[in-house]
């Protein structure tokens, strides 16, 4: 090398060195929280698309299941479209979230179910009498189901109008099951049958049991497996590869229409090859299309399989983390170390923890039976730890707190509630929370250094150091009754650290402490935008971001 060159060589290598990186991911969705709707339940914005006569002597619209008390569930559609959403993206996106899941869109029966048990107060795993207003029973994936769309406002023209408006949208996705498809008194249509692009009939169920079915003979019978899953939902085969390309066909299309990410349902019920195939298919087009699945489960060691890249690099719901929250916060007595067990930062089993999707409730299991506090403290918890935050519709007014499917889970929220939510405490602590998360990358997708956690008290960092990217944020959370004075000194760099959700700035000399005054069920962030210089700061930073992901697939 001349010296010229050399020396050439050495400034531009002053010129770009920077600070180490620190980030506990650097996939862009985690940046965003997600807020859920089960679209038939959240907002009718246009009663021409509602087929209130649908069904004949199985009709489909408003099917109330009565509860004591005058309470109701309902099992038919109720009418909440895409219009519904769009008209309130401005509602979500002001919360301080970046993303919308809606609820499976494709074609369902245009009846009731006549088989299986009959649905009635508290009842579960029934489904007679209940409609596909949930979108869980595809019959044709290719197409939208009509509730869903209005006049100039396609699945395609939904996206666009959520994209301007800041949001974006994650498609749930059903590859494991179309819909009930045996146990009916007399075959209805479109149960336990798939239809094609072009509207061909590709399977039937025709309405026998699983074991009965006959795929060596019958191609109609094929596309299924001729064993139980679910109820009684048909069993798509897995190991079929034409099954794997009707979905990967189906949902490259939606996803070439402007879904964001996918939510995979029932991701268990299928083998991790068919989803490193489906997952490879969707990402040839889409390159780094984020999906989570979902995997009923409470043990990590169980469901951890499914983040692994060499099983499609999909994310989960993190329901070992589910289980902790509801029960530290339903529970004023909880203390904190119970959820600092169940977030596995080090070594752990999932592909890396930081892409999880957290949550404390769904339309799958009871609302969280939580006070206004307790759900201000669950939000302060879920948007400012490691993961990313989904907030199911309406716990932002504590709605149907406690309540399973059929004694209220999935009722209609509708514009009214909408209107009067700023009102809610939960929801402008929520809003707070939500939207200093959406302004902070530390919180979106720093690594999580915990300090302390025991009883009401949790304090932990978010480092994040990445592109030019250089912060601290420290997080403390008093989930008591009672003010807290809490003394920070571990780890704590020394500078000026910014209050972000108001108050005094803390100066901080080198092996200095930070005094931190939090209110009852509240939460204080200090923001230091700096890169991280201290020692014993750095050894840990270290250590957190080399074992951050499962050790077999560093
Ligand atoms: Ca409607
Ligand atoms: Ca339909
Ligand atoms: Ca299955």
Known sequence: MKPLAFGLALALAASQAHATDYYGTDKPFASNAIYFVMTDRFVNGDPSNDHRDQGGAHRTFDIPVPGPNGETDNIGYLGGDFKGVLD???????MGF?????????????????????????????????????????????????????????????????????LKVVLDIVANHGSPAFSMPVAQPQFGQIFDKDGKLIADHQNLRPEQLDPVRNPLHRFYHAYEDLAQLSNNNDENPEVLDYFAGAYEQWASQGADAFRIDTISHMSPNFWLQFAERIRAHHPGFFMFGEAFDYSADNIAQYTWKRNGD??????????????????????????????????GPYQNPYEMVTFYDNHDMARMNATDDGFIDAHNFLFTAR?????????????????AEHEGNRNYFGQERIAAAPKSRIYQQLKRIANLRAKLPALQRGLMLPVRFEGDLAVFYRVYQKDGVNQQ??????????AKDV???????????????????????????????????????????????????????????????????R
């Open 387 to 403: 993961g990313i935050p989904a907030v199911y519709y309406g716990s932002e007014v504590g709605f149907e707190r406690g309540r």
């Open 487 to 553: 003394g920070v000194s571990e780890h704590l760099q020394e500078g000026t650290w910014k209050s972000a959700l108001g108050g005094k700035s803390a100066t901080v000399a080198a092996g200095g402490s930070l005094q931190a005054h939090v209110g009852p069920h509240d939460v204080a962030v200090y923001v230091l935008d700096a890169p991280a210089t201290r020692t014993d700061l750095v050894e840990e930073l270290g250590r957190l971001m080399a074992e951050r992901e499962h050790p077999s697939f």
């Open 314 to 347: 999909i994310s989960l719901l993190d329901f070992p983390l589910r289980q902790r929250m509801t029960d530290t916060f339903e529970k004023p007595k909880s203390d904190f170390v119970r959820i600092g067990e169940r977030l596995y930062l080090r070594n």
């Open 98 to 166: 970046g993303a919308v899941w809606i609820t499976p869109i494709v074609d369902n029966p245009d009846e009731a179910f006549t088989g299986g048990d009959p649905v009635t107060w508290g009842a579960k795993f029934a489904d007679r009498g209940k409609t596909g207003f949930h979108g869980y029973w595809g019959v044709n994936f290719y197409k939208l189901d009509e509730h869903l769309p209005s006049k100039n406002l396609d699945f395609a023209q939904f996206t666009q109008g959520m994209h301007k408006q800041g």
């Open 88 to 94: 309130n993206a401005g509602y979500i996106r002001g």
């Open 473 to 482: 944020a420290l997080v403390v959370l008093n989930k008591g009754g009672q």
